[in-house]
């Protein structure tokens, strides 16, 4: 226990997370996330729909901390709309609801006061195009056809790719992929993510999906370069409003964006991959 003890420890120190808690709440995620598709789709949509409102709050809240202020209320109802649309009407829903929504915000941005209007019109956009639609994906993959495997999928992506990156950094980081961006993120990082991820990919594809695990790598390798822009994107994003996490609300997490910045990147290349999949009947 004390050898445990001491390991975390020195883990600890050189991420700068915690750790035992951080895998719990992991954990606990994925407790509720299958239960939820287990049961019923639509409790899924509706944790889903509940996460995001809270990372739009977070995005919200990190704006005003760097000097932008947008109102909340018509972002969460901008939100609710794109999701809403997206679970009913699939992947036309997304499209349509998205394009519907931006002019919609920005003329009420702008009848709100034309102040600072293109700063705020483009943090309102990048918010509403990075968070609720990036998520819609998520919701199509879990109203398709066998929708536990589906996101079992993207979920063994990322969780992969952020563990493996995580600890191979921790362990051999020695050369910084992004110094100005994420200083903590190696190449050393990088390699242990993609032979990780190619290779728990191959396996879900084999033995969940019953397909080739050559399509599981090569969707593996995908998953990892996709994941870690969206990690990227993220560290800029908190770089640039000079915060270290988007919030507290995930003990050894920080917020919700801080957990699924990943795989809100990688949930349109998932459901493109399952697409093709399906219409070349691979």
Known sequence: MDDLHSINEAIN??????????I????????????????????FAVIVWIAILLAMREMLRA????????????????????????????????????????PNVMVYLLLVSPKDFVQRSTAAVFAI????????FVLLLAHAHSPIPKVFTLVVLVSFNDTFAYFSGVLFG???MAPHISPKKTWEGLAGAI????????????YVLDDYWWLGALVGA?????????????????RDLHIKDMGTILPGHGGILDRVDSLLFTAPSVWFVFELIQHFKL
Request: aromatic residues 10%.
């Open 129 to 136: 195009f990075y968070i609720p639609f990036l998520a819609g």
């Open 13 to 22: 120190k050189r991420a700068g997370r915690d750790l035992l808690p951080s």
């Open 63 to 102: 704006y005003k901390l760097g000097g932008i202020e947008i109102s909340e209320l018509p972002l969460y109802i901008a939100a609710t709309g794109i999701l809403g649309a997206t679970w009913y009407g699939k992947i036309e829903g997304l499209a349509v609801s998205l394009a519907i929504v931006i």
């Open 174 to 176: 020695k050369h910084p």
């Open 195 to 206: 032979v990780a991820t190619t290779v728990a990919a191959g396996f879900v594809f084999v």
């Open 222 to 238: 995908l998953g990892v370069v996709t994941a870690t822009c969206g990690d990227l994107i993220e560290s800029a994003v908190k």
């Open 24 to 43: 719990a709440v992991s954990l606990g995620i994925l407790g509720v996330v299958f239960g939820a598709l287990k049961i019923t789709p639509i409790i």
